[in-house]
């Protein structure tokens, strides 16, 4: 069952993703100019221009994502970190398999924090979240994010008996719920938790819901920024963005915690 779900929601994120609305406007204009439908052609087509050059100019995502990052404090004052959870995502699994060398993609700023809180508290166990998230995944085969992520804290240094490997989740319900099972957290002890800032809403909420006691938001990877600075001609990055904002609220929906008095808080955020 649990399979199944994951399926849909693989299958409902592409059908949200605006590129496939740009593409079904282009085929529906296509289908009625096939039928003589001149009009109704011409209109879609119109709109599709429309919202495409709309996307193109225009930081739309960045409008969506804010809210989100803003929700957590950067930099939250720690005194006591007993263990840093960094979720997977930052970390490219088949090139890195294909070059022989570890690959970080947008978001490797979760590696990088997560290794600079554990020189910072070198009592403190690192655990990483992360398995393969793809459809061709369910056939098997593939590398999980888990085994790049061992080879990158390796590499820099990280004592082998320090790292907690979570390399079975597909998503990250799935991620809170494993990752609770491998490390056994205990009350009293505190947790920080690593992931993007536009992720950690939904992050804190799955992890909450699985039982996490004082776990701490850590968001980094922030993707908005001043909505005139991002004013221009960028179609492709626009898209990109305006894709990760639709996932986040579409994930935030499903989990049920779209709410703002929903999501945990923590001291100093808003």
Same mark, same amino acid.
């Given at each position: 069952?649990?399979?199944?779900?994951?399926?849909?929601?693989?299958?409902?994120?592409?059908?949200?993703?605006?590129?496939?609305?740009?593409?079904?406007?282009?085929?529906? +204009?296509?289908?009625?100019?096939? #039928? !003589?439908? %001149?009009?109704?052609? =011409?209109?879609?087509? /119109?709109?599709?221009?429309? $919202?495409?050059?709309?996307?193109?100019?225009?930081?739309?995502?960045?409008?969506?994502?804010?809210?989100?990052?803003?929700?957590?404090?950067?930099?939250?004052?720690?005194?006591?970190?007993?263990?840093?959870?960094?979720?997977?995502?930052?970390?490219?699994?088949?090139?890195?398999?294909?070059?022989?060398?570890?690959?970080?993609?947008?978001?490797?700023?979760?590696?990088?924090?997560?290794?600079?809180?554990?020189?910072?508290?070198?009592?403190?166990?690192?655990?990483? +979240?992360?398995?393969?998230?793809? #459809? !061709?995944? %369910?056939?098997?085969? =593939?590398?999980?994010? /888990?085994?790049?992520?061992? $080879?990158?804290?390796?590499?820099?240094?990280?004592?082998?008996?320090?790292?907690?490997?979570?390399?079975?989740?597909?998503?990250?319900?799935?991620?809170?719920?494993?990752?609770?099972?491998?490390?056994?957290?205990?009350?009293?002890?505190?947790?920080?938790?690593?992931?993007?800032?536009?992720?950690?809403?939904?992050?804190?909420?799955?992890?909450?819901?699985?039982?996490?006691?004082?776990?701490?938001?850590?968001?980094?990877?922030?993707?908005?920024?001043?909505?005139?600075?991002?004013?221009?001609?960028? #179609?492709?990055?626009?898209?990109?963005?305006?894709?990760?904002?639709?996932?986040?609220?579409?994930?935030?929906?499903?989990?049920?915690?779209?709410?703002?008095?929903?999501?945990?808080?923590?001291?100093?955020?808003?």
């Amino acid at each position: 069952m649990d399979t199944l779900i994951y399926i849909i929601s693989k299958l409902v994120g592409a059908l949200v993703r605006p590129e496939s609305w740009l593409i079904i406007g282009m085929g529906l +204009a296509l289908l009625a100019l096939l #039928l !003589r439908r %001149l009009q109704l052609a =011409g209109f879609v087509l /119109g709109l599709t221009f429309c $919202a495409t050059l709309l996307v193109a100019i225009f930081p739309l995502g960045e409008l969506l994502l804010q809210p989100l990052e803003a929700r957590y404090p950067a930099n939250p004052t720690l005194e006591q970190v007993d263990g840093i959870i960094v979720l997977g995502g930052g970390e490219d699994p088949a090139k890195s398999v294909f070059w022989g060398q570890t690959q970080l993609r947008e978001g490797a700023e979760r590696y990088t924090a997560a290794l600079e809180l554990a020189r910072r508290f070198p009592q403190a166990q690192v655990l990483f +979240a992360g398995g393969k998230g793809q #459809l !061709r995944d %369910l056939a098997g085969g =593939g590398t999980s994010e /888990g085994s790049v992520a061992q $080879a990158f804290f390796s590499a820099q240094g990280l004592a082998p008996g320090r790292l907690l490997l979570e390399q079975e989740s597909r998503n990250t319900s799935e991620n809170a719920s494993h990752s609770f099972v491998l490390a056994q957290p205990k009350v009293g002890q505190t947790w920080v938790l690593v992931t993007s800032a536009f992720h950690m809403p939904r992050a804190m909420y799955a992890f909450t819901q699985a039982g996490w006691p004082g776990l701490v938001a850590y968001p980094v990877d922030y993707r908005s920024g001043k909505f005139v600075d991002g004013i221009g001609w960028d #179609l492709a990055d626009n898209l990109r963005v305006l894709n990760t904002a639709l996932k986040e609220y579409v994930g935030l929906l499903v989990y049920g915690g779209w709410r703002r008095d929903a999501l945990p808080g923590q001291a100093g955020s808003e």
